[in-house]
């Protein structure tokens, strides 16, 4: 039956519905198969739900082993040049001032408020910047000295080996130079106060601050003909701490501060440093307490007694804080240092405190009240503590030269080395002044050379004096006779035996030798071992000697291949130190060369060398054989290694 009114889309709406809802129903099932839907993401990737726990235990177990992997792949660092960096920094730093763009408010006159009156700055010299004019130091000391090396240092640093003879005993000349330097003359230099001088503005060098770096010498020969040689540079022991060979040709102002704080809290090592460790001669000490200086006043000998005074008690303070153990090794040198030996810090301690005694009491004699003079002196409260250059108005110097020849007389001048404020300040001077930048490029800033010294004679190794003679003895005794003494160094000591010579004689004979000649074989012995063993021989405590030790012979030739020609008396007569006034023996000798010479007894006896090797034979007998075992490496010797080349 045909319905009236209803169109077909009405006729037909449950089917069309129906149809749809077919179809998507059959669109659902179908994504549900085909484009998997439930799948769950799992880092970079899709797994189905039934999956996932297996995906996530793979990966566990890969974090797992790499967690337990012994050699994981290190990411790649770059490397960040941090000094370079700064130095750059420095150097395109701009030189001027900050300022604001506008004032905070208005200014207040602090000094008319308080009622003071007006005040005007000082003017600020705008004019170019000149170099660190360094003091010179006074005219140096130089005294020369014979010893006996610590037979166990050559094993530890193998660069003594070229100043010591192959075979024991290890006897060596040496010669050490000492000057004064004036820091408040320096620091007079700084702030423009001499002569011709201009400031150094403050801002260079407040920071940084001014250390000694370096104190350098230079020594001439005096020659045959009466002339004095080429100026040449000494040589300094192995291992001295020298801070102006420690930095590159490509140092910034980074690395000279770090030097100028290292060299100013080791002061001490780098301006006065240690003598190589000996055993045998005369104990080393400074030139000035060697060497008359001539000037015998109260003043003069007060100064020289305090700062000997002011130098004992720093060594001793120096040795109670010393810490245990060794010295710093070399790089790359593979050998342990010696052993710090408890007997001779001990030792040590005992003559320095001897020594203090003894030179307070020669102060008091003098009218210094120690009290009073000990309270005026700025005190050093710790290691940190570390007093300025610029504070001193006299610093001892000294260098230590071993490149001598023995029989040479020399003479030293010295100059001291500081670092220069205007290292690396380029951007604070003018960029169009080519003398300007040119004060910025040197790390240090050294003196003008002082006065040469007095003449120091070094010690010959052997040595033949005249010292008597005469024609007519009379009592029927026939022909001339001369007195010979005969000198020949050995274990540190000149060893002396008086020689009777008449015309023809050969100048030879053979010495006893006084006191302890001990050997020491480093192969069977170790130093510490070897250092106990000397401390109970000089106790008496033992006589039998460790194995590693065996004694030398006492006796010694000597034959220095001189030949006596003739002996007569002079014709003029010469005053003696005494103002005597007596005829003067003359003696014809042919040395070992051949050659002929001509000798005085005045002369000789009168000679700088007959006085050198005198004393030192009349010494030997006092003074004992010192333990080994001393490190000869300084502390502050790590702190300033050589920069390659």
């Keep these: 039956m045909k319905l009236k009114g209803v169109n077909p889309l009405e006729q037909h709406i449950e089917k069309i519905v129906l149809g749809i809802v077919m179809l998507l129903l059959l669109a659902v099932l179908s994504m549900q198969f085909v484009t998997r839907p439930n799948d769950i993401d799992v880092g970079n990737r899709k797994v189905a739900p039934d999956q996932v726990y297996a995906v996530l235990e793979g990966q566990a177990n890969q974090l797992q082993s790499q967690l337990t992997d012994q050699d994981p792949a290190m990411p790649e660092i770059k490397s960040v040049d941090l000094v370079k960096r700064y130095n750059q920094a420095f150097e395109n730093a701009s030189g001027g001032t900050i300022r604001l763009s506008s004032a905070l408010g208005q200014g207040v006159d602090i000094t008319n408020a308080s009622g003071g009156g007006t005040w005007t700055p000082p003017e600020v010299d ?3 910047v000149q170099a660190l004019q360094v003091p010179m130091t006074s005219k140096p000391v130089a005294a020369s000295l014979w010893a006996t090396l610590d037979p166990f240092v050559p094993a530890v640093v193998p660069e003594y080996e070229q100043f010591i003879p192959a075979a024991q005993p290890f006897d060596f000349p040496s010669v050490t130079v000492e000057a004064v330097f004036n820091g408040k003359d320096l620091e007079a230099a700084l702030l423009g106060k001499g002569e011709g001088q201009a400031a150094i503005p403050r801002r260079f060098w407040s920071v940084t601050g001014l250390a000694i770096l370096g104190f350098e010498a230079q020594r001439q020969e005096l020659m045959p003909d009466g002339s004095w040689g080429a100026s040449e540079s000494v040589v300094t022991p192995p291992h001295t701490p020298t801070p102006t060979k420690a930095l590159t040709e490509e140092a910034g102002l980074l690395d000279l501060t770090a030097l100028v704080t290292a060299a100013a809290g080791v002061v001490d090592e780098v301006a006065r440093p240690m003598f190589p460790p000996t055993i045998a001669g ?3 000490t400074p030139p000035s307490e060697r060497v008359d200086s001539g000037d015998h006043s109260d ?13 004992a008690k720093a060594e001793l303070d120096q040795l109670n804080n010393a810490p245990g153990g060794n010295a710093p090794a070399p790089k790359g040198r593979g050998r342990d240092p010696l052993p710090l030996i408890p007997n001779t810090s001990t030792r040590d301690k005992n003559r320095l405190e001897k020594r203090i005694k003894d030179l307070e009491e020669q102060l008091k004699e003098l009218g210094v009240d120690i009290d009073d003079s000990q309270k005026s002196r700025r005190a050093r409260t710790s290691k940190a503590d570390i007093g300025s250059v610029l504070e001193e108005e006299a610093v001892d110097l000294w260098t230590h030269d071993l490149g001598v020849k023995p029989g040479a007389t020399y003479r030293y001048r010295t100059r001291v080395v500081v670092n220069n404020p205007l290292f690396r300040k380029s951007s604070e001077l003018d960029p169009d002044d080519p003398a300007q930048q040119a004060l910025t490029l040197d790390p240090f800033a050294r003196g003008d050379w002082s006065d040469w010294s007095e003449p120091v004679v070094v010690g010959a190794q052997e040595y033949f004096f005249v010292t008597g003679a005469e024609t007519d003895r009379g009592f029927g005794a026939e022909g001339s006779r001369a007195t010979v003494e005969l000198y020949k160094m050995f274990y540190g000591h000149y060893r002396r035996s008086t020689f009777s010579a008449n015309p023809g004689d050969e100048l030879a004979t053979s010495v006893r030798i006084s006191g302890d000649l001990l050997h020491f074989d480093q192969a069977v012995i170790d130093a510490q071992e070897a250092a106990k063993a000397v401390a109970a021989l000089a106790q ?14 006492n006796r010694m030739r000597i034959n220095l291949g001189v030949f006596v020609l003739d002996i007569y008396a002079g014709q003029n007569a010469e005053e003696t130190s005494l103002g005597q006034r007596v005829v003067p023996m003359r003696i014809v000798l042919r040395d070992a060369s051949g050659e002929v010479i001509v000798r005085s007894d005045l002369s000789d006896e009168s000679s700088p060398a007959y006085a050198l ?8 007998s006092r003074n004992p054989l010192r333990a080994p075992g001393e490190s000869p490496i300084p502390p502050a010797a790590a702190l300033f290694e050589q920069a390659e080349p």
Excluded: V
């Design 540 to 553: 008496e405590d033992s006589s039998e000697l460790p194995d590693g030790i065996t004694e030398l012979s």
């Design 613 to 620: 090797a005198s004393q030192s034979a009349a010494s030997a």
């Design 126 to 128: 705008t004019g170019p």
């Design 299 to 311: 003043s003069a000998m007060i100064a020289r007694l305090t700062r000997q005074l002011d130098r």
């Design 282 to 284: 005369e104990l080393w």
